[in-house]
């Protein structure tokens, strides 16, 4: 498999990723720690070996960078960087990974420095934020939805699902619009086509009728918008025929694209939601109506939680029992699916496709690409970790594109689409591929028998608590695999005939 990571999240879960890391601070070979383990957070274990000098500055040191820990002996930092620089060969020069030529695209012929984008959302929704964001080395921004009527929001106004280290795995808001007049927004525009005239500023617009589209379309234009997406999607703007509203109604989709279409020179994405069976139909609908492109997806429509005392959400700790849009790595798999379906489509064939939807790392940007993605769009991996993981994004993809050969972005998008099947029926069926045990990893604690026993084939006993399998039961299904908490199984790689 292609960079799989030596080191897991798993081996560094009591990392909290700081701002401006103390154990930076206090390594005395500069060798920055901090960022080292936040490249392997987000899957960038080969690229951030690349970073380490030749010689071994930490064999005699006294890891003066784990005392200075915030979460001071929970975070093996010393070991870690061992591994890395042990278990880790780097294919990839520093000096080539600084040539970021080869991250160069397009949307729609307006060229991007790199396929990376905000998504529209309040991560881009002011010039402070956008501006950071563009030295950060983001390539543009889809502004924050514009539109001319009154945002009101909730407060709190944001839950989340989280991991055993209090990441997020699955986020909901009920955030609504841009909640800056047309006239503030149309300033902040013009600021920054002035300051960062080579970023792409793509403008987000929602109206409530044709008039208001063309008009905002329109307006944006005129103040240096360089494309226009369409707002078809908010799961938290339904009243009067609003958002997703918009996007489940094929004739309302070609028609509001049409409206925008005729009062712009500039492309238009409509941007699509994912709370329907297909997306297909709309998307056809938009093609039809002149759009050039496709963003996708929003988010998915969901309950966070209930209150099991009270049957409803305390205000102090969030509106989990409101219906809101759901996103974070969890909605990735559903993402990927509709981007394959726009990606497979030859009705809308040539039109640009900005893919978004629980992108956290370069490997969740690159399947995007694969799938049929030109550009992809991200916000919740920026509200959890901020602005700088743009640095490990570009490092990986850099790192990728040329270990394959030199390949530009355009080279992958949709590479992977003759491999998807939309059904089951071509999958091998007459072999199985048997896990392996690691026994020097194995720490006896036999989930894998009980969850083989309980929701799998019997085929696992325990003998003097290390794992025996039984080939004649097995039938290959993985479970072990998924719920070992030491890392202690993998797949054979190898099909068995039955």
Request: glycine share 10%; with cysteine; net charge neutral.
């Amino acid at each position: 498999m292609f960079l799989q990571p030596n080191i897991k999240r798993r081996d560094m879960i009591n990392c909290a990723l700081c701002d401006n890391a103390p154990c930076n601070e206090a390594c005395p070979a500069n060798i920055n720690p901090g960022e080292r383990l936040m490249e392997i957070w987000l899957g960038g274990e080969h690229h951030a070996v690349s970073f380490l000098p030749e010689q071994d500055a930490c064999a005699d040191c006294d890891a003066p960078c784990e005392k200075a820990c915030v979460r001071s002996g929970l975070v093996p930092i010393k070991g870690l960087i061992a591994r890395l620089r042990n278990e880790v060969k780097p294919v990839i020069t520093k000096g080539e990974l600084a040539d970021e030529s080869i991250l160069q695209t397009d949307i729609c012929g307006i060229p991007l420095e790199n396929p990376f984008l905000l998504s529209s959302s309040v991560v881009g929704s002011n010039y402070d934020m956008c501006a950071r964001a563009f030295e950060a080395g983001w390539a543009g921004v889809s502004f924050k939805t514009i539109c001319n009527f009154d945002i009101h929001e909730a407060s709190p106004r944001y839950s989340a699902i989280t991991g055993g280290n209090s990441s997020i795995i699955g986020f909901k808001n009920i955030e609504q619009l841009s909640d800056h007049s047309v006239v503030e927004n149309m300033k902040i525009f013009k600021e920054l086509k002035r300051d960062y005239p080579n970023k792409f500023l793509m403008a987000s617009i929602m109206g409530r009728d044709d008039e208001e589209w063309e008009s905002l379309a329109r307006l944006c234009e005129e103040n240096g918008a360089d494309a226009i997406e369409l707002n078809f999607s908010c799961p938290n703007m339904m009243e009067g025929g609003l958002g997703s509203d918009i996007g489940q109604n094929p004739v309302f989709v070609e028609r509001f694209t049409r409206a925008a279409c005729r009062g712009v020179t500039i492309p238009v994405l409509a941007k699509l939601t994912p709370n329907v069976a297909s997306m297909n139909e709309a998307a056809e609908a938009a093609k039809r109506g002149g759009a050039k492109g496709i963003s996708a997806i929003n988010t998915v429509k969901s309950i966070m939680r209930i209150n099991l005392d009270t049957y409803v959400s305390s205000p102090a700790v969030g509106n989990d029992s409101a219906v809101g849009g759901y996103s974070g790595n969890a909605i990735k798999p559903i993402a990927l699916r509709y981007i394959t379906e726009l990606g497979k489509n030859p009705n809308i064939s040539g039109l640009h496709i900005s893919g978004m939807g629980g992108i956290e790392t370069w490997q969740d940007a690159t399947e995007f690409m694969l799938l049929g993605a030109g550009s992809v769009q991200v916000t919740t991996a920026v509200m959890q970790y901020g602005y700088r993981i743009i640095k490990d994004l570009k490092a990986g993809l850099n790192y990728y594109l040329r270990v394959i050969g030199d390949n530009s972005v355009k080279d992958i998008v949709g590479l992977a689409l003759e491999h998807v099947s939309n059904t089951t029926d071509s999958l091998e069926r007459d072999t199985v591929v048997y896990p392996k045990f690691l026994r020097n990893k194995c720490i006896g604690c036999g989930r894998c028998r009980i969850s083989c026993a309980d929701g799998g084939h019997q085929a696992i006993t325990m003998k003097e608590r290390k794992p025996i399998l039984d080939p004649k039961r097995c039938i290959g299904c993985h479970l072990c695999l998924l719920v070992c908490p030491a890392g202690a199984i993998e797949s054979s790689g190898k099909r068995v005939k039955k």
